[in-house]
């Protein structure tokens, strides 16, 4: 079995397990390819931290961290107490075993509520994978961080640790009454596929190098307006990081390149309240599938100008009149067709189905001319 068959089999166990948590299992999955952090937002009992422990126990040699942050959380807590044997020599180092700093999956509770003697060394962990101990900068092993909370930041010195996290997701208690009752008879797996540390770095390399053609990066720029007109604005480092993030849900899904499918998943990045979510992804499905929508839309009129021209009629003439009328209005409706085909080409969109649409209307077409 190679590498990218071992994470697809490790993704679809964990949505046996997780149910109703597709998104957020890609998302942390993608994460994890692309070093990336994942915030978690819901009530208590939603497993998440359940899904961060049940991800870093398939990673052979992995070291998982997990801690409830609190107002009154010491920076003892998460990086370890300080040596007394280094303090001896003016050096004021931390023992960081089984801490933060030795993990390399972590998942901290309630991180909003970590106070500021916590949070800026929290900030330089994730963001530059490094630890200040003592008189030494060491790197860290950290492959992702997941951050959960009830609630989003209010003080304005959290909102730089919040847009840290690449990932935002929104969970809720499961809502199918027989997905619930799956989980109720639920047995624990028998399966646990495992990759090793070293297979997760060759995964994160193949990711890396997925190819991304150039479409995407201008329709990313088209999202980015859209988004812009309706007062949706994310950072240009948000932007600039889900590159590497639609790489690896590309390589995540066996792609051989990033497609427009794969920006769909934009609508889990590009939002900073929940409440903008649905505008979000409602942005990007109108302005990837819209030109698809148009063309479906002139189907269906090219469907009503055909039955209403075979309706019965009194006379030959208005019959012929008819017909006439038909042909006119569906050469229209073709130069539409191509004049959006033309367009959605330059932006370099798939014409698959818009071409399907188009043999469809132009078989109508002929058939109305047949009858001449």
């Known amino acids: 079995m190679t590498t990218q068959e071992k994470i697809k089999k490790i993704r679809e166990e964990l949505k046996q397990t997780f149910l109703e948590r597709g998104d957020l299992i890609d998302g942390a999955l993608s994460a994890l390819l692309s070093s990336q952090h994942v915030l978690i937002i819901g009530p208590p009992g939603t497993a ?35 040596s007394l044997k280094a303090l001896e020599q ?28 916590i949070l800026n060394a929290i900030l330089t962990l994730i963001n530059e994978r490094i630890f200040h101990n003592g008189k030494e900068i060491v790197p860290v092993p950290l492959l992702t961080l997941f ?37 109720l008879e639920a047995a624990a797996p028998v399966e646990r596929t495992t990759i090793s540390l070293q297979e997760l770095r060759e995964m994160q390399t193949e990711a890396g190098s997925v190819p991304i053609p150039g479409y995407i990066y201008r329709t990313i720029a088209d999202i980015r307006r859209e988004l812009g007109r309706k007062s949706i604005v994310a950072s240009d480092r948000r932007y600039r990081q889900s590159l590497s993030l639609l790489q690896a849900h590309a390589y995540l899904s066996g792609e051989g390149e990033v497609a427009e499918k794969n920006l769909f998943f934009l609508e889990h990045v590009l939002w900073r309240d929940p409440g903008e979510q649905p505008q979000v992804r409602d942005t990007i499905r109108e302005l990837l599938l819209g030109y698809e929508q148009e063309v479906k839309e002139l189907l269906y009129e090219s469907r009503e100008i055909r039955d209403s021209a075979l309706r019965p009629w009194k006379t030959s003439d208005e019959r012929a009149r008819a017909l006439i009328e038909v042909h006119t209005k569906l050469r229209n409706i073709l130069a539409k067709v191509e004049q959006i085909m033309e367009k959605a080409k330059k932006l370099g969109r798939p014409l698959e189905q818009v071409g399907t649409i188009k043999e469809e209307i132009e078989e109508i077409q002929k058939q109305m001319l047949q009858r001449f």
């Open 48 to 82: 998440k931290s359940m899904l961060a422990d049940e991800i870093c126990r398939r990673i052979q040699g992995a070291n998982y961290f997990q801690w409830l942050l609190t107002r009154f959380s010491t920076p003892e807590e998460i990086f370890g107490a300080v």
């Open 90 to 117: 003016d050096d004021y180092r931390r023992v960081t075993s089984h801490k933060l700093p030795e993990a390399h999956v972590a998942f901290l509770d309630e991180i909003f509520k970590a106070n500021s003697s």
């Open 147 to 183: 951050g959960a909370s009830n609630e989003l930041p209010e003080d304005d010195e959290l909102m730089a640790l919040y847009d840290r996290f690449l990932l935002r997701f929104v969970v809720k208690y499961i809502e199918e009454d027989f997905r619930f009752l799956r989980m």
